[in-house]
């Protein structure tokens, strides 16, 4: 019962820290500091990252009429007028073709580099450092933007180059944990000129392939194979995950149409700074 309680509170964490910019990862990695699930450590690598999945269907659920393509109810934009292309949506399809360039860059360093980055860089300070500096980040950024009218108001605005950049901005936050990919894209969207609602949208939607791939490949190394409570460890999380998102992702969309995101970046400022004492006095 116990260990469920434990997977409870991860799912939380999980469920408000991958949509809000402050690092879902890093926040998983600190809470694992202080409350540890009693697991070998291959079962703790792979819930890290499929403990997601929930958090991605609460994506899938609330956002179904804009990223399912296909359809000829409400099709503006059909492939073609007949024939089974009138049901493809041509609008959705354009934007997961730049999803799928926008999730290039972090692809290619997670299927070859990703047990080497977390040797290097899954620890507390480095988490702390990456939180500090995004925090940072968001600061100057939104401070620079003040005023100004956002060059991309539109998903269908974003060309394939601005995908592209957003995916670079996405490879930092696959390499440092603490970074948060949110807070990544959000950031490295919001640098060019893109919206806070659509640097928002975009960056749900580029999680839900992003995550899949990662959740598959810790999943294929794992083995698929569950000794004791640990498959009903791994539900507890991706199914409060899951509850958790619906409502923080709601809460954002409504939250960035009348604020900015600098809230956030001193929440992270002052994690991190409080993050590098405690190892600081624990080292």
Known sequence: MIEFLKALLFGIVEGITEWLPISSTGHMILLNEFVTLDV??????????????????????????????????????????????????????IMWFKIVAACIPAAVVGLFFDEFFESLFYNGVCVAIALIVFGIGFLLIENKN?????????????????????????????????T???????????????????AAEFTFFLAIPVMLGASLLKMVKFGFSFEGNELMILLTGMVTAFIVSVIVIRFLMGYIKKHDFKVFGWYRIILGIVVLVYFGIAG
Not at 40 to 47: A, Y
Not at 156 to 170: D, H, K, P, R
Not at 180 to 197: F, K
């Open 180 to 198: 948060s990919r949110s807070g990544a894209t959000i950031l490295g969207a919001l640098l060019i000129g893109v919206s806070r609602t659509v």
């Open 146 to 178: 003040k005023g100004k009218r956002a060059r991309v108001n539109t998903l269908s605005g974003i060309t394939f180059q601005t995908a592209f950049i957003i995916g670079m901005f996405q490879l930092i936050a696959a390499i440092f944990p603490g």
């Open 40 to 93: 070998s450590p291959e079962f703790w690598e792979m819930f890290l990252v499929v403990v997601q999945l929930g958090a991605i269907l609460a994506v899938v659920l609330l956002f179904w009429k804009k990223i399912w393509p296909f359809g000829k109810r409400n099709n503006r934009h059909p492939v073609k007028r007949t024939g089974f292309l009138s049901y493809c949506k041509k609008d959705i399809w």
